[in-house]
């Protein structure tokens, strides 16, 4: 039988209607759609009662619009019954790719937060640089000012020997130096600074590196632009760069295990941070003008996805004209046009006046842009290409998509393991901890962004004594005329979450929260991104559901919104899934930019005072980790009680002058007080073995002039707080173990580097 | 006609990309590898002038754009 | 007088908004211009600009055309093609022309600077070069750099302090000049009192990297022409103007100077 039929120059009919299940897979296959069985039926039912066969560009459409990445099928319904919905009445919207919160009374900022993991794991460089460039265009089309970048990154161990690497694997090395290289290059030009983020090594990332890539700006709340189209008879624009093969079936791509490394290259899109830039300016000068009704980048799916999405949000129809698209190749077929997601472009409604005064914009900041099309009322979506009408589908057919609720399979340990007990030679140990890579300093990777353009960054990612710079908690950004700021902050666990993906999840939550109230600001909300492995297999979707159900408990509990969000599934190869890795990425408000609290210890002589309770908690920890001492005993925390250690703390800054404030994380107290330590000044405390090493939650060690009166704050409001010792000297003398702070810094600064050139 | 023109730097000019590359070939395991040297090339196509005048003008844009004098020597090739 | 400064911008400039805000905030009136804005048929009429309407051009940090070719190259060859004779004209009469960061680029590419010729301001083809960091790497970090300027450089006549911080951002800033002329550059730039800034570590010692965060010669990190109103550097002084931005309790920073200097220096001229 003939499957395929041309019936205008370039595209295809294809006979469905007489296929069989056998046909119907092969089709899905042949086309690249990867949509399951059942898919294809309900799209056979569909044209059969069309009374007609399908064409290429309709099956693409449909193949990109119901992948996993654009319609969260496998996760929308864990989503729904746990996550959202829980929102404060400072949100402004959620609904769109990226969230819109309330900073003042003029502004509002907008955070976006996703993943770009197969694409860089096939091709590194290009696979972040298009990573950065998707989550600006995510906050841009908003009608918002990026502000910060964040760029959470996980890796296989650097020092994995080659010849242990599965073949068509990339080395860990070579992953993270393309990785950064492609960050730098296009988040240095477009001149937004990478201001945080975190670097984790983990040997379940060897086939499978994870690239998160977040986004913060900042726009008038009079001037936020929702991604829907305005009304009927407003003109389609899209600008930007030329459209062309590369990046065409990017989503199915990402919506599939990655089976090998090499030859799926054709998927990754190549990336223009000198187009993006103008792009950028061009966007904010129509905005800023008013001159258009909505706006939508051109992500996941191309022009497919952004055109159903942006009508069907707004209850209306579509006809888009693909002939007058601008391309990079002549000889592109209509399918490919429809569904390729070439990089730097947004598409733009406008309403039928102002199009010569947008174009002008663009012409002026050299931005090629067309108009492609108009909105309709019927909400029926028509293609055509030059004469000939070539897709013709109910827009909300092929927008919805498929929803499902796999099975899934509890996996975790029943009995309590702990083996943990004392090291015998502390100090050997202890230089272990502080020289591994997920400890050590990350300068290497820090001072290659321009963590300072804009010149708005208040608290950098690097802080302290100029020269011998800290680890900060998060950082800070000043992004209007007034003293407030925002703190930024990318956290997860994912040795934590490896065990128990409930309580890890939970730990990262926690950690986020300390992190942003270290630096004296009041958590606001946050963005998840939620990367696991294939959720066809029910121990990954359960790993999913449990994180998915801590996020909801910490989020309501702790009354804290989730504001914009990713899944990211299938990230596995036949050698493994990743650990779960919900990467969390925090916003705090910062009254005052000036009251910002940096983490290094400031002046000799001052107390230091660990606030909270330490319990036996070394599940996942780095101690546990570098002893090889068994331990699933994660630390589990309580929302309502983080929430009052959290307001107290913040009270405290007002009251009492507080010097430096850092949070115990992967290493405990131990490694906390040498990061505090390492600018150049040592302490004296004494500690047992649970307190230096154990990773329990809702802890920050602070440095304090009036450590009784500090104490007795906590103590008043029956929450814990204990000086633990004081600053001065060149030694890290914990009691049982001193180790000189020289010896420290020289591991801490070459744990990570020496691995790299 | 094609032409390839190669901005190179001048012998003494310190060439870390260069040594940056040679250092990490090393630890690769290319013991073998005793310098490596970054080359920019450009491809220029070129019509409606002869071979002659053409060279002239490519020379005149290294001058003005594609080489800086101070650090840079160019060496053109005609490849089609 | 109003002082009227422009910050000129192409496609990957994006230090500029900074810039503009640090000439605003010592009440000059500054703005971001487009370079199309001085010469393109199609820009319209109330978007048009002409150098002659500036007391002061700005070359701000970034990636102008982003850096390809070479940084700065792209934005130089530019301005050559439209605005060469005006900007010489411009130094010529003696208005102060700055570069920050790539603006350094950009004016070394243009043959400004090192700009020995009072009579010709900008060279037919560039002087020096500002080449890839030793460490192969784009450096982010503070920098400590010593004034040395006697006075010729009018950006930095109200700088009192020896030593400032000032960071810097950059992947190609290293000072080179022609080989084996070396010396005799190094003496000219001494004697015509064109040497600005060196690179020096917290204690005020010259010293290698990070403290030279490039490897630059003779540890240069900002030069003036022989007629001291062209002014080249690769540290941001724009991102240590107000004290906050550096953790500092003062209201403002060592960054201001040069802005200060300048608009004084333009009162007093004008």
Redesign the interface.
Known sequence: MIMYREIYPGVYEIDILNAGDEELVKISEEMGLNLSLDEMKVIKEYFKNKGRNPRDIELQALGQAWSEHCCYKSSKYWLKKFLLGFKTDYVISTEYDAGVVEFDEEHAYVVALESHNHPSAVEPYGGAATGIGGILRDVLCMGAQPVALVDPLFFGDLSTP?EKLPPGIKHPVYLLEGVVAGI?DYG????IPTVAGMVFFDESYLTNCLVNVGCVGVAKKDRIIPSKAGGEGDIFILAGGATGRDGIHGVTFASAELTDTESTRSAVQLGN???K??LIHACLEIVEKGLLTGMKDLGGGGLSCAVGEMALAAGYGAEVWLDKVHLKEKDMKPWEIWISESQERMLLTVKPKHVDEVL?IF????VPASVIGVVKGEKVLRVYYKDWLIYEMEIEFVTKGPEYCRATAERREKVEVDEVKEPEDYAKVFLKMISHPNVASKEWV??????????????KPL?GR??FETHGDAAVV?PTDSWKGLAITADVNPWMTKIDPFWGTASSFDEMVRNLVAVNSEPHSFADCLNFGNPEKPERIWEFVESVKALGWMSKEFGLPCVSGNVSFYNETPYGGVAPTPTLMGIGIVED??RAV?SNFKREGSAIVLVGETKREFGGSLYSKVTGMKCNVVPKTDPKLLKRYSEAMLEAFRKFKVLSCHDPVEGGVAVALAEMAICGMGFEVSLDFIDLFSESNTRWIVEVKEAEKFVNFFKERGLKAKVIGYTGGDKLNYGKFSVELEEVEKAWRSGFSKFL? | MIAEVYIKLKEGVSDPEGEATKKALNLLGFKNVKRVSSVKVFRIAIEGVSREEAEKEIEEMCKKLLANPVIHDYDIRWVG | MDIRVAVLRIEGTNCEDETVRAFRALGAYAEAVHLKQFYSDMIRDDEVRSIWDYHCLVFPGGFSAGDYVRAGAIFSARVKSVLRRDLEEFIKEGYPVLGICNGFQILVELGALPGFDEDKPIADEPQMALAINDSNRFECRPTFLKHENRGKCVFTRKLKKEIVMYPVAHAEGKVVFPRGREEEYLERLIENDQIVFRYVDPEGNYSSYPWNPNGSFYNIAGICNVKGNVFGLMPHPERAFFGWQVGREEEVFDGKYVFESVIDYLRKFY
């Open positions: 080659y730098r240095n030009r477009v001149g941070p000198i187009m830039e103008p002008y012409r002026k900041w050299d820090i001072r290659q962004y321009d963590h300072e353009v804009r010149g708005n960054t208040v608290l802080q100029i020269g000043k930019v000036r940096t050139r």
